[in-house]
């Protein structure tokens, strides 16, 4: 069980499954885009167009009708074949309704596909006095029809009407004005039903998108994941194969100063010492690279065991006394009796160490050290806190969310020559992370730093 959630701890951390993930977000949004701007365009241009097209037809209904009236109305009387007239082009025309009112606001006559809906007709047009080529949109609801003074189910509903309206002319009398109007409602409810369709089909499409863009993202992912592996590889296997020259060297340079050290001139001895030193900061380099190397396989390699750290911890504090003493560096340690924790403990001791050695190096003479363990309750699962606080010289704020990353110093000069690598934090980092837990620092230039790492207790179930 603890394997599984370690694995699945990496995964969610891994670098390619959140690049992949990144693509395939960044795919499908790009996707998205370029279908909802085609849904909208191909919806907006067949919109214009239908109602360029039915505003073309009001329009060409409306002249003919009102220059049939004004021929009509040359010998002031409007005769039954040219009523006749007038309702034939609204029955071949599709026309909903044509009415003239004269200038008092009077119907003089006219006609309607649906008797019952006149009266809403006639309260839209009250008062509308329209400008030339105007347009206007009005919504009618048509009463139901009556069977021996009962009301029928409603057959027509709602209806919505494209209107305009022309002057009446005789001679130069205005008589009246008339006013057309076409039922546009079985468009609307076409276009509202090809709304919802491009719509569906928009949201199938982004399904089908997601999954394209997860292919492609996992493919453009290919090439990369092999050279990572093989360059992963290539640092494992080199740190490896270099352990065993590194350490030939260092007893080499052992022996040439047990045997020739007394012989070497002042010069001499400074180049031998030098070469020990940086066989020994060489030897540092490879080891952690190759610990780092085997964290990135995404198993952890962890030999956990359920024991008390605190002897562990106790240990430590006693290997690193010397150095701190050297510096008149004051150790000091609070933790209860004993901490039960599942866990390596050797990693755990690394951990200490690497804390420990980085607090020595950046606290000056006649500082202190301060290591706390403690068991927080309150946490679920509870945890171990692991807390090292000296008072060094401190991290300035811009700097704290990259101490932990490999390769980085703030001091790059002053880390080079106290030994540093940039590694040490990494894989702090990366112990502390294999055990599900988490590490912070707080610091402030010139106040010391607190580093605070957090490790479940994990307590094995029986």
Known sequence: MIDWFSRRRFWKKDLFVHTQNRLTVQYSILLMVFLTLFIGIVYVLVDIG?????????????????????????????????????????????????????ANGQLLF??????????????????????????????????????????????????????????????????????????????????????????????????????????????????IRRSFQRQREFVADASHELRTPLSILQSSLDVFEMEEGEQLSAFGRNVLFNMKDEVRRMTKLVSDLLTLARSDSGHPDLQCEYADVIPSVEQMMRSTQTVAASKKIALKLDAPPAVMVYGDHERIKQLLYILLDNAIKYTPGGGEIQVTLSVDETENPPVLCLSVRDTGIGIPPEEQNRIFDRFYRV????SKQMGGTGLGLAIAKWIVEAHHGTITVASSPGNGSTFTAKIPLHTPKA
């Open 110 to 223: 006219g006609d309607e596909f649906i008797p019952r809906a006149k009266p809403q007709i006639l309260e839209l047009v009250r008062g509308w006095i329209p400008a030339a080529n105007e347009v206007r949109y009005g919504t009618v609801t048509v009463p139901p029809p009556t069977r021996r003074g009962k009301p029928l189910p409603p057959m027509d509903g709602r209806l919505e009407l494209m209107m305009t309206g022309r002057p009446v002319f005789q001679g130069v009398q205005m008589k009246g004005i008339f006013y057309t109007g076409i039922d546009i409602s079985f468009t609307n409810h076409l276009l509202k039903r090809l709304l919802t369709i491009l719509t569906a089909l928009g949201i199938l499409f982004l399904g089908i998108a997601l999954l394209l863009s997860y292919f492609m993202s996992k493919r453009a992912m290919i090439p």
């Open 50 to 102: 239908i109602s360029y097209e039915q505003k073309r037809q009001l329009r060409m209904i409306t002249e003919q009708e009102v220059k049939l009236m004004e021929e009509a109305l040359r010998d002031g009387v409007l005769s039954q074949e040219e009523y006749d007239n007038l309702n034939r082009i609204r029955e071949s025309r599709n026309q909903f309704f044509y009415y003239v009112v004269d």
């Open 411 to 414: 001091d790059k000069n002053r």
